[in-house]
C-alpha cells in the first residue's frame, strides 16, 4: 500500500494534537500513512490547496486563521461548511477537484448526543439551546444545533450584543439548507429565568483556555439555579479539562464536558472523507487524552 502524506495547515500551528491523533489510528489500522503539522502564513494558503489538488497531499485540515480564507480557493463548498461559514476539512477528488468541509458542525452535534445519552436525542427537538459567543465556533454549534438536532430557538449571548445582523445572516443561511429556527441575541448576562425547554448550553468562545480570558466571563452569564436538570452542557476548551463554566455545570448536577472529545470527532470524520473506511474514535480520543495527561 502507497504511503499517503496527511496535514494540517495554519499558524500558530506547532501545538496541534492532530499528528499524534491520526497517527494512532493509522497505527491501529496498520496503514502506513504519515500526517504532519504545517505552519502557513496567510500568503501561502493558496498554495497549499494547489499542493493537495496536485496530489501532494491525500487531505488536509485547516485551522485558525484560514478556515474562512481557505475557501477562495476551492472548488466546492459544502452545504454547513458554507452556513457556518468556514472549513476545516479539505478533501480531493479523484479528479483533483477540492471540496471544503466543516467536521466540527457535526462532531459537535455528536457530541451533544453523547452527552444526552440517558435522554436520547429526541431531548434536543424542538427544544431551546444556549451557545456563548458569537464567532467561528459558535456557528458552528448553530449549524449544528438547527440542521442537525431539530433545535427550534437559540439564545446567542456574547459581548458584541446586539448583534442583529449576525442573526439575520445565520437564519437566511440555515433556512437556505431547509433549518428554520428562531435566532434571539442577547448581552452576555444570565437570564432572570432561563428558558423552561432548554435542552444544551455550548460554551463556544477562547474563554477559561490556558492563555485565554477568564472563564469566568462566560461562566456567570448562566442562570445556573433556573436551569432545567436534562440540560447538557459542552465547553469547546480542552486545556485545561475543567473550567469555570463545567465546575457550575456540574455543581448544578447537569452532565458536562470539555471539547477534546469534538476534536477527537471531528479528526474521525476528516480520516473517514479521506480514505473511505471507519476512524477507530476511541483509539483517537485515547492518543488525545494521553496527550493532555502528558502535557
Known sequence: ???????????????????????????ALGLPHVYEKIETTEAEVGARVEALRR????????????KIRVQA?????????????????????????ITAHNTDVPALAGELVRLAEKQGAETFRGSTALVLGAGGAARAAIVALASMLGVARIVVRDVTFP?????????GALAAIGARVEIVAEPLVPARSEAANLSAIVQATSCGMNGGAPGEIVADAVGWSTVPDRVVALDVVYAPRSTPLLARARAR????????????RQGALAFERWLGVPAPFDVMRADLEASRSLS
Not at 496527511?6 to 500558530?12: H, K, T
Not at 496530489?55 to 484560514?66: D, I, M, R, Y
Not at 447537569?254 to 476534536?263: C, F, I
Open 73 to 97: 480557493f476551492v472548488d466546492e463548498i459544502d452545504a454547513r461548511a458554507r452556513v457556518a461559514g468556514a472549513a476545516n476539512t479539505l478533501v480531493r477528488g479523484e479528479d483533483g477537484r
Open 253 to 264: 448536577g447537569l452532565v458536562a464536558d470539555n471539547g477534546l472529545g469534538m476534536l477527537a
Open 55 to 66: 496530489g501532494e497531499f491525500a487531505g488536509l485540515n485547516v485551522t485558525v486563521p484560514h
Open 1 to 27: 500500500m502507497k504511503a499517503l502524506r496527511f496535514a494540517v495547515i495554519g499558524s500558530p500551528v506547532a501545538h496541534s494534537m492532530s499528528p499524534g491523533m491520526h497517527a494512532a489510528a493509522y497505527r
Open 163 to 171: 448583534h442583529h445582523a449576525f442573526t439575520a445572516e445565520m437564519r
